[in-house]
């Protein structure tokens, strides 16, 4: 088992910046990606950045690319998303996940599916 916990969520004004953390624990030695995922009441799950444990390949919704960062600590398990020039759009709450599932190609982490391991999420408020 893997848990995941997430912070840094909070308010700020549109094109501000926040950095969320994601720290997992547990057999985290079994991770092979942990990815982010944001959601409004009542709309789906919706993926917004994905990285390979193994080397720290990154994959970005196009909605985010240019913006947020997503970047890890092995040291630690610990994933730290940063978001830069933030829009209202963005506002959401951000769900970390983990997977020890391995597939070939990065594309596969972008879906809920994929992941097993979820924190509580995180509310990130965006005002114009």
């Known amino acids: 088992q893997v848990q995941v916990v997430e912070s840094g969520g909070g308010s700020v004004q549109a094109g501000g910046s926040l950095r969320l953390s994601c720290a997992a624990s547990?057999?985290?030695?079994?991770?092979?990606?942990m990815g982010w995922f944001r959601q409004t009441p009542g709309n789906n799950r919706e993926f917004v950045s994905a990285?390979?444990?193994?080397?720290?390949?990154?994959v970005y919704a196009d909605s985010v690319k240019g913006r947020f960062t997503l970047s890890r600590v092995n040291s630690t398990s610990t994933v730290y998303l940063q978001m830069d020039s933030l829009l209202p759009e963005d506002a959401d709450r951000y769900y970390c996940?983990?997977?020890?599932?391995?597939?070939?190609?990065?594309?596969?982490?972008?879906?809920?599916?994929?992941?097993?391991?979820w924190g509580q999420g995180t509310q990130v408020t965006v005002s114009s």
């Open positions: 990285i390979i444990w193994s080397g720290g390949r990154t």
């Open positions: 996940a983990a997977t020890n599932l391995k597939y070939p190609q990065i594309q596969y982490y972008q879906t809920t599916r994929t992941y097993a391991y």
């Open positions: 547990g057999r985290t030695f079994t991770m092979f990606a």
